[in-house]
Antibody, heavy 119, light 114 residues
Framework: QVQLVQSGAEVKKPGASVKVSCKASGYTFTGYYMHWVRQAPGQGLEYMGRINPNNGDTRYAQNFQGRVTMTRDTSISTAYMELSRLRSDDTAVYYC????????????WGQGTLVTVSS | DIVMTQSPDSLAVSLGERATINCKSSQSVLHSSHNKNCIAWYQQKPGQPPKLLIYWASTRESGVPDRFSGSGSGTDFTLTISSLQAEDVAVYYCQQYYTTLPYTFGQGTKLEIK
């Protein structure tokens, strides 16, 4: 069965960077885009961008351009999302999300990683 | 960016009654090449990631109870729960996937038991 298992919670200071991992299993990792979506406490869902694990091609939402970097390691079926120059409003749960076979809706979600930015 | 607006923000419905959540997009999300609306609906319970319920505006994901249905076209969409069960208490989100960057979500509708 498809599983996306993310790394554990992080606490960071403003200005620092955080790197969240997402290990995929149960399907061909290079066959599906991996997206990242975040959710601030008590708030809605915000799309960050995606990576094509097959060739490493990335597309980032404008709100995160210049601060986010998505990478992957196909040898261990793992995707990464690094966010730099953290601010307090980056405090959120970060999800890795796989898109579906025939459309860019999201059929599998990781369990989420809480990133807290606090001085 | 396509703006997705849900209504209402919160909703209280009695067990066994119908619940209706609306979602309006700022532009049409009807994909002309395959005549399908690029709308998905998700259910999120506290402390859990969202769960896919509906895609292509009206196709139910495998395993989703048939009391959940989606409808609409163009810019106006609806998620209907025909007979509310206690386990349906959650926040519901619509999402458009017509334009890639960014995919956008509605602000969410909180569904509670009356």
């Amino acid at each position: 069965q498809v599983q996306l298992v993310q790394s554990g919670a992080e606490v960071k200071k403003p200005g620092a960077s955080v790197k969240v991992s997402c290990k995929a299993s149960g399907y061909t990792f290079t066959g599906y885009y991996m997206h990242w979506v975040r959710q601030a406490p008590g708030q809605g869902l915000e799309y960050m961008g995606r990576i094509n694990p097959n060739n490493g091609d990335t597309r980032y939402a404008q709100n995160f351009q210049g601060r986010v970097t998505m990478t992957r390691d196909t040898s261990i079926s793992t995707a990464y999302m690094e966010l730099s120059r953290l601010r307090s409003d980056d405090t959120a749960v970060y999800y890795c999300v796989r898109d579906a076979d025939y459309g860019d809706y999201f059929d599998y979600w990781g369990q989420g990683t809480l990133v807290t930015v606090s001085s | 960016d396509i703006v997705m607006t849900q209504s209402p923000d919160s909703l209280a419905v009695s067990l066994g009654e119908r619940a209706t959540i609306n979602c309006k997009s700022s532009q049409s999300v009807l994909h002309s090449s395959h005549n399908k609306n690029c709308i998905a609906w998700y259910q999120q319970k506290p402390g859990q990631p969202p769960k896919l319920l509906i895609y292509w505006a009206s196709t139910r994901e495998s395993g989703v109870p048939d009391r959940f249905s989606g409808s609409g076209s163009g810019t106006d969409f609806t998620l209907t729960i025909s007979s509310l069960q206690a386990e349906d208490v959650a926040v519901y989100y619509c999402q458009q996937y017509y334009t890639t960057l960014p995919y956008t979500f509605g602000q969410g509708t909180k569904l509670e038991i009356k």
